[in-house]
């Protein structure tokens, strides 16, 4: 592509910055690395960990002296908000996981920004498009473009086209009236469409930075939204008032021979009011559920704390040692107190050490196991 090419395509849009911007990226030497924040220039953290060579292919083909053409597509970002039970923002993503044009990837919601050229229909359709996405009604959403100062334009190999594109993104805050229960979730959760289940999840700016997919595929997007509104996203509207809770206080995993001390925890805790996944407590809900995707759901995203009941019996099962894995998973990702051992005997769990604080049955009644559990999460509010 030409300069001659950047203008025309570009006027269609009718911003000059933008053009300007894609002009500027396309003749630096780093192309196609470097992106455009508000007219800044800064390197693209996609290409951070990408193979050298696949560099040079993108700039060969792609670049002044190319035989190829990038597209240019502008998109509208929009940034929907909610808060943590401790007033932590969050932002609402989207798994983008169809077969031929899916990132493999949670991403930002986003739609065409030149589908209409009046601003107006735009917004119009962008709440409609956002109502139908994530399932509310109509008139319940509203849309407010960002100032014009607030864009990004970024060079990356889009997964459908297969094409290099020249992502246009501007943004906008997104108001939820009404009741959101339903969305105001930790951890993944879905709405079929058909035999397709679109899925979403809530993520913490730094957990965005942390999934390191995203940051493969989306972490221009990431690293403007961190740097230019910050980790506590003040400037963004709150999209929705209901605040975003785990499911579960606590997960209980164990293995089946040594269910009565598990059941015994969960009376304790759930006479106390805390929120307990324990299976028996859920025979309905788990009917005809795929277990290993549901379980893995539950231990990984969807409990503020797992308690694991260590013993040989829980080291030799399938379901126990599924459980941990994705408990371990979570606890590697946040970097914090998650897994709470309990031990039963002095078998040896791999990824649960010496080094972990544990509780010891055989020495500590379940009633000061139950209060212990609610100390930590009274610790954690």
């Excluded at 980790?231 to 999209?239: E, F, G, K, N, R």
Aim: one cysteine or more.
């Amino acid at each position: 592509m030409k300069d001659d090419d950047i203008i025309s395509t570009t006027n269609l849009y009718n911003r000059k910055d933008h053009e300007n911007a894609i002009r500027t990226l396309f003749r630096h030497p780093d192309f196609p690395c470097m992106m455009s924040t508000d007219g800044l220039i800064v390197k693209n953290p996609i290409y951070k960990n990408l193979d050298r060579d696949i560099i040079e292919k993108i700039r060969s083909d792609y670049g002044p002296n190319g035989i190829n053409n990038f597209k240019i597509m502008p998109l509208d970002i929009f940034l929907i908000k909610g808060l943590d039970e401790n007033n932590q923002p969050m932002l609402l993503c989207y798994w983008s996981g169809k077969p031929k044009s899916g990132w493999k990837s949670y991403l930002m919601m986003f739609r065409d920004s030149n589908k209409e050229k009046n601003v107006a229909e735009r917004i119009k359709n962008h709440e409609k498009d956002i109502e139908t996405f994530i399932h509310r009604t109509q008139k319940t959403v509203t849309v407010k473009k960002r100032p014009d100062t607030n864009y990004l334009v970024s060079f990356k190999i889009d997964q459908g086209y297969k094409d290099l594109v020249a992502y246009i993104f501007t943004f906008c805050d997104v108001i939820i009236s009404g009741d959101n229960n339903d969305i105001a979730r930790r951890g993944e959760f879905q709405f079929n469409e058909g035999t397709y289940a679109r899925k979403f999840k809530w993520y913490y700016p730094e957990g965005m930075e942390k999934d390191q997919r995203m940051m493969e595929v989306d972490g221009d997007v990431v690293s403007y939204i961190h740097t230019t509104f910050e980790t506590m996203l003040t400037d963004i509207a709150l999209s929705i008032t209901n605040p975003i809770l785990f499911e579960y206080d606590v997960a209980l995993s164990f293995a089946g021979e040594d269910r009565k001390y598990s059941e015994e925890l969960a009376k304790l805790l759930t006479e106390k009011g805390i929120k307990v996944f324990y299976d028996d407590y859920k025979t309905a809900e788990l009917w005809g559920k795929n277990l290993y995707q549901h379980f893995q759901s539950i231990y990984r995203d969807n409990a503020r704390f797992c308690v694991v009941f260590v013993s040989h019996n829980y080291a030799e099962k399938f379901w126990p040692r599924h459980e941990l894995e994705q408990a371990q998973a979570r606890a590697f990702r946040e970097n914090e107190e998650y897994i709470l051992p309990v031990r039963i005997d002095n078998t040896e769990i791999p990824g649960i050490n010496d080094t972990r604080g544990y509780i010891d049955l055989r020495t500590t009644a379940m009633k000061d196991i139950a209060e212990a559990v609610i100390t930590k999460l009274s610790r954690k509010t």
